[in-house]
Nanobody, 124 residues
Framework: QVQLVESGGGLVQAGGSLRLSCVAS????????MAWFRQAPGKDRELLAA???????YYADSVKGRFTISRDNAKNTVYLQMNSLKPVDTAVYYC??????????????????WGQGTQVTVSS
């Protein structure tokens, strides 16, 4: 059973930065798609950034140039560095991974495992 635990959320002023961490257990993250999502109240879960095989990365237009996904396979951890934060970035942030090695890493529907989420609040 794969378990994901996010941390690093909190309250930050607009323009500030946060780094989220997601530690995986039960399986290595190496070679598996890993991604970060967020969900604001009343909105659908949104794919923000995804990484596949440590080579391919995807970013949503809303975060491109401000957020960076990275992974440390030795620590079985994936990170999301968030810079230039805006009030619209306020949401619960989740990491996710897939049960398949070769799934579509930009398809939300193919993510099978999720963390419990960490709240990010950006004040104006």
């Amino acid at each position: 059973q794969v378990q994901l635990v996010e941390s690093g959320g909190g309250l930050v002023q607009a323009g500030g930065s946060l780094r989220l961490s997601c530690v995986a257990s039960g399986r290595t993250i190496t070679s598996y798609p890993m991604a970060w999502f967020r969900q604001a109240p009343g909105k659908d879960r949104e794919l923000l950034a995804a990484s596949r095989w440590s080579l391919s990365t995807y970013y949503a237009d809303s975060v491109k140039g401000r957020f960076t996904i990275s992974r440390d396979n030795a620590k079985n951890t994936v990170y999301l560095q968030m810079n230039s934060l805006k009030p619209v970035d306020t949401a619960v942030y989740y990491c996710g991974t897939q049960s398949r090695l070769y799934g579509n890493y930009v398809s939300i529907g193919e993510y099978d495992y999720w963390g419990q989420g960490t709240q990010v609040t950006v004040s104006s």
